[in-house]
C-alpha cells in the first residue's frame, strides 16, 4: 500500500529535501534506492541535492524525479509543483565580482603614433623634392656632365659644349667641320693639317660557303632569316632606326614583312629588295655569291 505524502514545502526549498525524507522515512539507504531505480547511487545523490543539471536536459530531470517519487509513494503533481518552484526562485547573487575589463568601456588604440608617423613621411617627401629641384637627379651609369672648352691655340675657336640638365641621353659632340679660306684647302681644326681623304669601307670577311647580310629598319619590320640547314639565325622585330648583321652558311632564307621601310646590304654591297608590286612583304633566298633568288 502506497502512502502519499502531503507536504508543502517553502518556495525556496528543492524536490531534493523532499525526497530525502521520503527515503529515509522508508529506511532505504542511497544505494537501495539507486539500485531499484536502476540508476547509479550518484544520481540519487544528486537528486537529493537538487543538482538537477547533473541528470542532463530539463526532460530527463522531471523523468528521474517522477520515478524516484513513485517509488517512495510521493505524489507526482506535488513534486514536479516543488521542482518548478524552485526553478522559478531567483539566483543568489555571486560573491565573485565580474570583471573589470568586462566593465571598461572598449579603448581605442591611440591614434598619434599614426599622426607622428604621418608628419615625418611628409618631411621626408618634402626634403627630397627640395634637393632633387636644387642638385638635380643623376641616374648611376650615367656620365658626370661637364663644361669644356677647346684649347686656345689648337687651330680653332674656342667652343663650349653644354651639359644636358635632364635624364636625355647622351649627347656627343660633333666633329668640327674643316674649313675653306680665300680657296686653300681645308686643314682639321684640331691638328692644323688637311684632312685624309675618305676611304671605302672594306666589305666584311666571311669565310668560305657564308655569306654577310645587314637588314637596316627606317620603320619597325618583322624579320626572319634562316641559314642553309633551316636553323633561324634572326627570328625578331626590327625597330625603327636600327640595323641587324647577320654571317651564316649558305643559302639564306629571308622574310621581310615590311620591305618598303628596310634596306638591305649583302657582303658589304647595297642590294635591292626583290619586292613584287603592290606587296609589302619580301621572301627571297641568298646565295653564297650574294645574289637574290
Do not use: C
Amino acid at each position: 500500500m502506497n502512502v502519499h505524502h502531503t507536504v508543502t514545502p517553502a518556495l525556496a526549498e528543492g524536490p531534493g529535501a523532499l525526497l530525502r525524507r521520503s527515503r529515509e522515512a522508508r529506511g532505504l539507504t542511497e544505494q537501495q534506492a539507486a539500485e531499484q531505480l536502476n540508476l547509479d547511487a550518484s544520481a540519487v545523490i544528486s537528486m537529493e541535492n537538487d543538482d538537477l543539471a547533473a541528470l542532463g536536459a530539463p526532460v530527463f530531470a522531471r523523468g528521474h524525479l517522477r520515478r524516484y517519487g513513485a517509488l517512495l509513494g510521493l505524489s507526482d503533481e506535488e513534486l514536479q509543483s516543488v521542482y518548478q518552484q524552485a526553478r522559478t526562485q531567483p539566483e543568489q547573487p555571486s560573491l565573485v565580482p565580474h570583471s573589470r575589463l568586462e566593465m571598461e568601456p572598449v579603448r581605442r588604440r591611440p591614434a598619434w603614433p599614426w599622426a607622428v608617423g604621418g608628419i615625418a613621411l611628409f618631411l621626408l617627401a618634402a626634403g627630397l623634392v627640395a634637393y632633387v629641384s636644387e642638385r638635380g637627379l643623376t641616374l648611376p651609369g650615367r656620365p658626370t656632365a661637364t663644361s669644356e672648352s677647346v684649347p686656345a691655340g689648337s687651330g680653332g675657336p674656342e667652343v663650349a659644349v653644354a651639359a644636358p640638365t635632364g635624364p636625355a641621353e647622351t649627347i656627343l659632340a660633333a666633329p668640327a667641320l674643316p674649313a675653306t679660306i680665300a680657296g686653300e684647302p681645308a686643314t682639321d681644326v684640331a691638328t692644323g693639317a688637311p684632312p685624309a681623304p675618305a676611304q671605302d669601307t672594306p666589305a666584311p670577311t666571311v669565310p668560305p660557303g657564308h655569306v654577310s647580310v645587314s637588314v637596316s629598319f627606317a620603320a619597325d619590320s618583322w624579320a626572319e632569316i634562316y641559314d642553309g640547314s633551316g636553323k633561324a639565325v634572326l627570328y625578331d622585330l626590327g625597330r625603327a632606326g636600327t640595323e641587324r648583321t647577320i654571317a651564316a652558311a649558305a643559302p639564306l632564307s629571308v622574310t621581310l614583312g615590311n620591305a618598303a621601310g628596310v634596306k638591305l646590304a649583302v657582303n658589304g654591297r647595297a642590294t635591292p629588295l626583290p619586292l613584287p608590286p603592290g606587296q609589302s612583304v619580301a621572301r627571297f633566298t641568298v646565295a653564297a655569291d650574294g645574289s637574290l633568288r
